[in-house]
Each structure stands twice: as structure tokens, then as C-alpha cells.
């Protein structure tokens, strides 16, 4: 079973995903998933062809918006959200240890205008810390 952290009702975030448990993920209610590592980020780590074959086998949607030690952009952003409003359901987005994707999701959330706060409430409830990101999240909702 992966280790699926809930955000809210649209988002859900995970460490690493393997091929074999996007059957298992479907099963739970998913509808999309979005894979926010690059290939080859280590070794043995799924590949992005073997798990969006994996994902459309199990009849859940598939985004790659692969995020590397660069950071984020404002186009990974903006993928992030039309994943998230193209999804007919909640998403589950996974990266090696799920923070990146809890930070992206945080991301487009405050630059659809979202508080803050309430932002950063949510990644906290979900393990995950966004007091680094505080600035960029106040910054893109507008409330800086």
C-alpha cells in the first residue's frame, strides 16, 4: 500500500509510486496521477513510459511535470493546476519523498489565489512543511 498522504478532497500526495500499485491507487478512488519526478533521478526508479502505462492501464489520467534540484517554474505551476482542474476526481501526485509534489500543488493553489495560511495549514496536516515557501505562496496569491 503507498504511503498517501490527503491534502484535501481534490489532492493527494505520495513518495514514490511503483507501476504495480497504480491498480491499487484506481481502486481507492484516484482518477489522475501526476508524476513530478524526472527519469533517472535515481537509480531503479520507475520510468515515466512504464508508469504512464501503468496509469492509463488502470483507467487513471496521467501528467508528468517532472521538477528537478532547479526548482519550480511558473509553467510547472500552471501544468500543476490544469492537471488538478482537468482530473474528473481527486489526483494523486507523487514525487521520491512527495514533498515536491505537496510544494507544487501549494504553489498553484496561491497562484489560483488561495490563503496562504490555509496552504500552508493543509501540507502541515499532511506532514509536510511550507514555511520555506511562505514568501512565493503570499507573493502569487496577491497577498504579499
Known amino acids: ?34 508524476n513530478n519526478r524526472p ?16 496509469a492509463e492501464a488502470a483507467g487513471l489520467a496521467y501528467t508528468a ?27 494523486l501526485a507523487y514525487c521520491r519523498s512527495g514533498t515536491r509534489s505537496c ?7 496561491a497562484k489560483a489565489g488561495g490563503d496562504p495560511e490555509a496552504i500552508t495549514e493543509k501540507g502541515a496536516e499532511a506532514g509536510y512543511s511550507l514555511t520555506g515557501l511562505r514568501p512565493m505562496l503570499d507573493a502569487l496569491s496577491g497577498r504579499a
Open 103 to 109: 510544494n507544487l500543488w501549494a504553489l498553484s493553489a
Open 65 to 91: 511535470i517532472p521538477i528537478t534540484h532547479a526548482g519550480f517554474s511558473h509553467p510547472q505551476i500552471d501544468a500543476m493546476a490544469a492537471a488538478l482542474k482537468a482530473a474528473d476526481g481527486p489526483v
Open 1 to 34: 500500500m503507498p504511503d498517501i498522504r490527503r491534502i484535501d478532497d481534490q489532492i493527494s500526495v505520495a513518495p514514490q509510486l511503483l507501476p504495480e500499485e497504480l491498480a491499487e491507487v484506481a481502486a481507492l478512488g484516484f482518477k489522475a496521477v501526476v
Open 39 to 54: 527519469d533517472d533521478e535515481e537509480p531503479g526508479q520507475p520510468s515515466d513510459v512504464a508508469m504512464r502505462e501503468a
